[in-house]
Each structure stands twice: as structure tokens, then as C-alpha cells.
């Protein structure tokens, strides 16, 4: 990619620096900076292992490095430095909370320059990370509670994928129902590889029970709000 289109038609780069040990030494004998696009289709699931990125782009891409599955899991934050104080343009794994001591005041930023502006931040549209079956966040009590609700959609029970952290549903009733661990790190490493597997196995809902609101939680909130978007 040529440095010139890195902007993107605005003003402003981002600029991070991987935690994985083989792009950084790529980056190393470089010498120059790197430019380059996420490894998945614009707006879909983000890939979280090799496999992941051979089947979303297949032969449009003619070398795949296998660097294992993905430690944080989700993607990550992004500052807008160009403000004072800095804020958060996309929410992640290291929270507002968590960045206060460097500074860090405001409240999430707005996504841009307008309806005609470029975005300033990747993952700022409102339908994201989008499985290609449709997905619901919904808060359950108890398994006839969350029955009753499927019941009242347009899809069979069979085509439904329910991923479960608090009130786990019996297996039996459903097309697969999974199980993260009610951890948020645990989660953000296993909810889009959960996706993903819904998606090859045909679901035609996937119904994931909703999260806790608090700071640990936000980016994962964030992630799962703009991939149940219409």
C-alpha cells in the first residue's frame, strides 16, 4: 500500500505497534513504516486465527503466516491524540478507566467529520463485525424465558445458536449453544471464533446473552451492539 492512501482522504494516521513478536520484527528490518488493511471482508467478523482469514479471502490473497490464534482476541483501542485531553475514537481491551493516568479524560469521540468526512477511526460505522447470520443480544432469566422469546421470531428453534456466559440453556433444544466463561478477557478471546463457527454451521440466528456494563465490558458491548445492527 502505497504511504500516501494511508490517511485515507483525511488528515490523520494511525499508528500502533503489534504485540506479536513476528510482525515486529518485520516491522524491524523494514525500516519504514507499514501500511496495511484487516485481513477480513469491510464489515464482517474480524478473523482471529489463519483460518479464519484463508476462508473469508481465500485465493485474493497469496501468502497466509500461521502466528496462532489471537491473545486479546478483539480489536484494539484507538486515541484520538489530536484532541486535549486524548479520547477514546474505537473502545478495547485496555479501557478508558485504565488509560486515566496518561491523561485521558474525555468520553468516547464522535465518529468524524460528518456524513460526508471520513471516518477517523476504524470500527465506527454503526453495522460492524458482522456475522452473515442475523445476531440478537438479549438478557434472560431463565431457559423458558429465552423459549418463549425465539418462539416469537420467524425461525425455527434448530437454526438457532445461543452463546451463554450467566443462565446456560440446555443443549438439547437448540441448534448449539456454547459456553464463555463469565471473564471478559476470556470472552473477547473466544466470542468471534464462536461467531465464526455459527456462521459455518449454518445458524440463521445467533442469540448471544447480554453483558455486564462496566468498564471491562464496553469494548465487547460495543462490538456486539454494531454486529447486531440491521
Known sequence: MKMGAAPAGGATVGVRWPAHPFIQAVIRECGFPLAAPSANPANQISPTNAEHVRAGLGDQVRLIIDGGQCQVGIESTVLDLTVEPPCVLRPGMI????????????????????????????????????????????????????????????????????????????????GRVSVIPEDAEAFARAIYAELHRCDELGAELIVVEALPETNEWRALGDRLKRAAMP
Open 95 to 174: 479501557h478508558e478507566a485504565a488509560l486515566w493516568e496518561f491523561g485521558v479524560r474525555s468520553a468516547e469521540c464522535g465518529i468524524g467529520a460528518g456524513p460526508a468526512g471520513p471516518l477517523r477511526s476504524p470500527g465506527r460505522l454503526p453495522r460492524h463485525y458482522s456475522p452473515r447470520a442475523k445476531l440478537r443480544v438479549l438478557s434472560w432469566c431463565n431457559e423458558g424465558e429465552l423459549a418463549a422469546v425465539i418462539q416469537a421470531m420467524p425461525v425455527s428453534p434448530q437454526q438457532v445458536h445461543v452463546i451463554a456466559h450467566r443462565v446456560i440453556p440446555a443443549a438439547g433444544d437448540w
